[in-house]
């Protein structure tokens, strides 16, 4: 079946860091691809997405490349700051009628000035 | 402010006992879902509305009920409630694919079963 795996973390980094958080998937034929954000007890955010292959989704900062040719779709951001904390997870829709999202593990980042 | 308001924030259960979560939208979208979040495996599927009148099962419908009791309100209920059961609720909604347009998420619903 389809399936998301990113990396777990935690993830820390200092203030002005760059930013990678990979992920890939497996999928039946062509997925749309997303990544959430959640801030500490709140829910989760749609962040970015992309619906086809090369798109580029961005948001805030962060951009997400559709690699149809290696199945990721990984996070950037060059320069994180401390209100970037959260938890990060990368989803995937497909099938005939794309109307559920399977989400990955999550991937908790924290950011220390 | 528009949004998916969900009702209660906490909630802590007996093994056995009953009760109902409550989802509700605002911003006339068709499709509803509720997901579960336990550490370490993300979010999962419980049962999800396509639209208004039709309900389906998710990844982890087993020990759930739901109710689409309008366009809005989407409920979630527990017959019986189990310590497996003690999670992170989570109500969603889209406008109309969420493949395609994303979800709305509510504050969600801390659950603890004893």
């Known amino acids: 079946g389809d399936s998301v795996t990113q990396m777990e973390g935690p993830v820390t980094l200092s203030e002005e860091a760059f930013l990678t958080i990979n992920c890939t998937y497996t999928?039946?034929?062509?997925?749309?691809l997303f990544w959430y954000v959640q801030y500490p007890g709140e829910g989760l955010q749609l962040l970015l997405k992309a619906t086809k292959a090369d798109d580029k989704g961005s948001n805030k900062g962060f951009e997400a490349t559709y690699r149809k040719e290696t199945t990721s779709f990984h996070l950037e951001k060059g320069s994180v700051q401390v209100s970037d904390s959260a938890v990060y997870f990368c989803a995937l829709s497909s099938g005939t009628s794309y109307d559920k999202v399977i989400f990955g593990p999550g991937t908790s980042l924290s950011v220390i000035p | 402010n528009a949004g998916v308001t969900q009702t209660p924030k906490f909630q802590v259960l007996k093994t056995g006992q009953s009760m109902t979560l409550q989802c509700a939208q605002d911003m006339n979208h068709n499709s509803m879902y509720w997901y579960r979040q336990d550490p370490g495996m993300g979010l999962r599927l419980i049962y999800y509305?396509?639209?208004?009148?039709?309900?389906d099962k998710g990844e982890v419908p087993n020990g759930y009920n739901v109710s689409r009791l309008n366009k809005r309100e989407f409920s979630l209920r527990l017959e019986s409630a189990a310590p497996s059961q003690t999670s992170v609720y989570f109500c969603?909604?889209?406008?109309?694919?969420?493949?395609?347009?994303?979800?709305?998420f509510g504050s969600g619903t801390r659950l603890t079963v004893v």
């Open positions: 509305s396509a639209s208004e009148g039709t309900t």
């Open positions: 999928a039946t034929g062509y997925p749309s």
């Open positions: 969603a909604s889209s406008e109309f694919r969420a493949g395609t347009y994303g979800y709305t």
